[in-house]
T-cell receptor
Framework: SQQGEEDPQALSIQEGENATMNCSYK?????LQWYRQNSGRGLVHLIL?????REKHSGRLRVTLDTSKKSSSLLITASRAADTASYFC?????????FGKGTRLSVIA | DAMVIQNPRYQVTQFGKPVTLSCSQT?????MYWYQQKSSQAPKLLFH???????NEADTPDNFQSRRPNTSFCFLDIRSPGLGDAAMYLC??????????FGPGTRLTVL
């Protein structure tokens, strides 16, 4: 299975701090994607990083990918209360996206 | 705005009573997906349509069926819902197998 596994399962930080979430996967991939899900809602695509890319930025988001270690990280800088949500990594390889179990981020104002 | 719409947002059905969930999109994407997500779990892919080609995941129960009558619409049919089928059902679309755009989901309750 190429399912991503996020670490930690839950993270609680103060507003203004940085949040780092990690994702590990098992098989070769074409790309890795990060999604956010607010409670009881659909998922929102955050960023896609392809297998030949090592780092990507989007606003306050920074994603890294290390294909040799089969791992990725998502960094949210200067967190806000509105960033409170679950964050999922998802890998795309021989099959469509397979989601990890997610990291529940709580940002305390 | 281009979007993915799911109806209804909340669906209550009785044990064993067939139910249909619908999804429509204005993005003109060629791929449509159905996911099942139970509380505090990852979304689980049930099946997807790549254009008109139906792709069923190996572990999707036979109780779940799907129809895609045209590019814009896709339906999820649950023939005989059980208590274990209570979940959030998410529809998503993509252009080929790139980033996916999700609808708000339909929360299914089985009584």
């Amino acid at each position: 299975s190429q399912q991503g596994e996020e670490d930690p399962q839950a993270l609680s930080i103060q507003e203004g701090e940085n949040a780092t979430m990690n994702c590990s996967y098992k098989t070769s991939i074409n790309n890795l994607q990060w999604y956010r899900q607010n409670s009881g809602r659909g998922l929102v695509h955050l960023i896609l990083i392809r297998s030949n890319e090592r780092e990507k930025h989007s606003g306050r988001l920074r994603v890294t990918l290390d294909t040799s270690k089969k791992s990725s990280s998502l960094l949210i800088t200067a967190s806000r209360a509105a960033d409170t949500a679950s964050y999922f990594c998802a890998t795309e390889g021989n099959t469509p996206l397979v989601f990890g179990k997610g990291t529940r981020l709580s940002v305390i104002a | 705005d281009a979007m993915v719409i799911q109806n209804p947002r909340y669906q209550v059905t009785q044990f064993g009573k067939p139910v249909t969930l619908s999804c429509s999109q204005t993005l003109n994407h060629n791929v449509m997906y159905w996911y099942q997500q139970k509380s505090s779990q990852a979304p689980k892919l049930l099946f997807h349509y790549y254009d008109k080609d139906f792709n069923n995941e190996a572990d999707t129960p036979d109780n779940f069926q799907s129809r895609r009558p045209n590019t814009s619409f896709c339906f999820l049919d649950i023939r005989s819902p059980g208590l274990g089928d209570a979940a959030m059902y998410l529809c998503a679309t993509s252009l080929y197998l790139d980033e996916q755009f999700f609808g708000p989901g339909t929360r299914l309750t089985v009584l």
